[in-house]
């Protein structure tokens, strides 16, 4: 727990997270060390030092590198990690090995989501809606770009090449499909459904509310991450469990 504590305390201290996301943060590296130590933690580093590390690379690229920008708050660090930290926790009290796949299978769609907007919104090209294939702006919910598919599965092949840690090497495959799949739909549910609104300035915003013009309200950026999140972890375990 103490690593956890202080990892989250280093994280808020650059502004990577902010104090309630840090807190969060705490609590999903606690639950998911408890459940295994460090080889459970794995993937957890996995996503976040490669996510956070893209992350920088790509604000140093594009010449605004601002550690106090846009720390990520409580509600996106439970969204991307609640699920796996649920998994962990009920590992403790109930040993299940599916369980443990069903957490890296929650992270992995995690680090897919991540890497598809970093990599696409700094070198991909021709950017286009999921649903409709029409070209769009970079960076919306719903866009994606070739650059991003790829990067997508490598992010979740990183986060599965932790299983072998866990004696859960046979699932690196399927755990590098589900994470990619994952992220597949949080890019459908965010060109669908998610809720986007006017401003009276005029501009359309999907994380500030005002005049609902497409999506449902409650949809939010991390609602359609936390369903992608579960429904990854979810895969994971009726794989695992099943199979």
């Given amino acids: 727990m103490l690593y956890a504590i202080g990892f989250a305390a280093i994280c808020w201290t650059f502004r990577v997270l902010t104090w309630d996301g840090a807190l969060a943060a705490a609590a ?22 490669t996510a956070t590390a893209l992350s920088l690379i790509r604000k140093a690229k594009r010449g605004d590198l601002d550690l ?3 720390p990520r ?13 649920l998994c962990a926790t009920i590992y403790i009290y109930f040993p299940e090995p599916a369980l443990m796949v069903a ?6 769609a995690a680090n897919a989501d991540t ?24 960076g919306e919910s719903g866009v994606i770009t070739i650059a991003g598919l790829v990067a997508a ?22 755990l590098s499909v589900i994470g990619f799949f994952s992220c597949i739909l949080d890019s459908v549910l965010g060109d669908g459904v998610q809720a986007r609104f006017r401003r009276e300035d005029g501009h359309i915003y999907e994380s500030k509310p005002g005049q609902l013009i497409s999506g449902w ?7 359609v991450n936390f369903i992608s999140t579960a429904l990854a972890a979810a895969a994971g375990y009726w794989i695992a469990r099943f199979s």
């Fill in 68 to 70: 106090d920008s846009k």
């Fill in 217 to 223: 309200r409650w949809m939010t950026n991390d609602t």
């Fill in 73 to 85: 708050n409580a509600l996106q660090v439970l969204a991307n990690g609640g699920p796996a930290a």
């Fill in 115 to 138: 890497w598809a907007t970093e990599v696409g919104s700094l070198i991909g090209r021709k950017p286009f809606r999921i649903l409709s294939l029409s070209p769009a702006a970079p």
């Fill in 28 to 49: 999903v590296g606690a639950a998911i060390w408890h459940a295994g130590e460090w080889q459970a933690a794995a993937p957890l580093l996995a996503f976040f030092l």
């Fill in 153 to 174: 599965f490598l992010g979740s092949a990183t986060v599965a090449a932790t299983a072998p840690l866990l004696a859960l090497t046979k699932y690196i495959g399927v």
């Fill in 103 to 108: 957490m890296i299978a929650s992270l992995a």
